[in-house]
């Protein structure tokens, strides 16, 4: 399995406070990979960092092999037509409706003719079931609504990785339900690479091929979510006791 | 003493890097300009916008300036027994100096502010990122089309301005206090010419660049800007900074383009 992603070494620092103190992570192609840690940890630093919106202080960041750092903003536009990102507010252009929200990507980075386009958005829309919201604008749906039509957007163009921050923050448990559902059909649909950063522990290692630790700026571990929940070492075994209580780091009560 | 130096330093510093910025945005947004593909209909909403919009207060400031300029004009003007010539007192007034810079003022205080809030939203809320990550280039997308209506739609604004004030210089001059009509007009057209006319168009175009250059590179650069760049507040303080910075601007370059075409 070749890694799309690679993080090497990668620091960053924001005046006096060192956030990212030399991250090491490989992003495998087709796989899931959660990305855990407590707030304030730099989560959200990785997918910016990856996506090229931040350059670390050192460091590389490679994107399907590539240096994204160190090449030209032609070539990293071109990585980037292979980016979707669901944001955590999910940026949704809030002067234009959701037909347009989804349309945009379309319109600006192909040649298609609007009845083409027209089709793809009503797939899309219909995929994330956003239906008869076409003409209705971003504060007018609900928090639920908004992150389906940001997942649509982050999927008109088949992307080959998509990045998720925090794609259920701020929802009720069956707002979280129907983005999962989403997230499910659409990656066995799409087969696309999947980053996620979320604090919905352990809901989320149901998605997960591999869950990744940030804590204290250094990347834990990348393990699967079985290994994950049964590991010895003491970062991990102290977040999934805080996160999950200690029924599940305990091996013999998880056989048991 | 040091730790004085140290701030003054670190200071300094700061305003470099934000003018060095501002230029790197400039030159962004001048080179994506003529990136194709060129598409019209922003640019028009733009117009809309930053045009249309502004109508009203260009209209209602143009009419006042007027007024009062042959108010005070002939009261001063026919006390050496020269108010025949208010005519070409008001519109040189108007034409060279004070329609420019007022009705940039105004578009300034009405689309600047508009605009510097708008781009400010987009990036505390990662719109700007969002276009980046989906590798559409935002200073083409959202930045250009609105430096291409603030350049058209200046000079436009200014010369409705000036027509409009110079309409209600007459007003008040001759129907108002009973100045000679003839003498009005007359002194307009053999006093106006076409070098006037030339300073009267080019100082909006470069407000229009000004104004939509400062608001909108304040907007995008929200997230930099130091003491308290995020949320409503961040945006709130690049807004205010954003029209100051325009209209001081606006003055400092009224005086330097007028002493180079002088």
Known sequence: ?256 | MTNLFGKLGAAALYQFDQIGRMGVFLVLVVVNIFKPPYKLAPILKQIYIIGSKSLFVIVFTGAFTGMVLALQGYHTLSKVGVEGILGSFVSLGIIRELGPVLAALMVTGRAGSAICAEIGIMRISEQIDALECMAIDPHKFVIAPKFVAGIISMPLLTAIYDVVGIFCGYLVGVKMLGGNEGSFWSSMYSNVGMEDIQMGLLKPLCFGLLIIWISSAKGFYVHMTKGGGFGAEGVSNVTTSAVVLSSVSILVFNYLVTSFLL
């Open chain 1, 1 to 256: 399995m070749s890694a799309v992603i690679e993080l090497i070494d990668v620091r960053k620092s924001y005046g006096s406070q060192e956030v990212l103190k030399g991250v090491n992570l490989s992003i495998d192609e087709g796989k899931t990979t959660v990305i855990v840690g407590g707030s304030g940890q730099g989560k959200s630093q990785i997918i910016k960092h990856s996506l090229g919106l931040i350059s670390p202080d050192s460091g590389q960041v490679k994107v399907f092999g590539q240096d994204i750092n160190n090449i030209s903003k032609k070539d990293l536009r071109k990585i980037r037509m292979e980016f979707g990102v669901l944001f955590q507010n999910s940026a949704l252009f809030d002067s234009m409706t959701v037909y347009d929200n989804v349309a945009l990507p379309l319109r600006e980075r192909t040649k298609f003719p609007e009845s083409k386009i027209k089709g793809i958005v009503e797939e899309r829309l219909e995929l994330m079931d956003v239906v008869g919201s076409n003409d209705k604008y971003p504060a007018q749906i609900s928090g639920g609504m908004k992150k389906r039509v940001g997942l649509a957007r982050a999927l008109v163009l088949d992307p080959k990785i998509i990045f998720f921050d925090e794609p259920t923050t701020g929802l009720d448990v069956a707002k979280s339900n129907e983005i999962y559902r989403a997230f499910f059909r659409t990656q066995a649909q799409l087969k696309y690479t999947a980053v996620i950063v979320s604090h919905d522990v352990p809901k989320i290692f149901k998605l997960a091929d591999y869950v990744a630790l940030l804590y204290n700026g250094v990347m834990q571990s990348c393990i699967t979510p079985e290994e994950f929940q049964l590991s010895d070492d003491p970062a991990v075994k102290e977040f999934v006791e805080k996160t999950m209580g200690s029924l599940y780091s305990s091996e013999v009560e998880e056989i048991i």
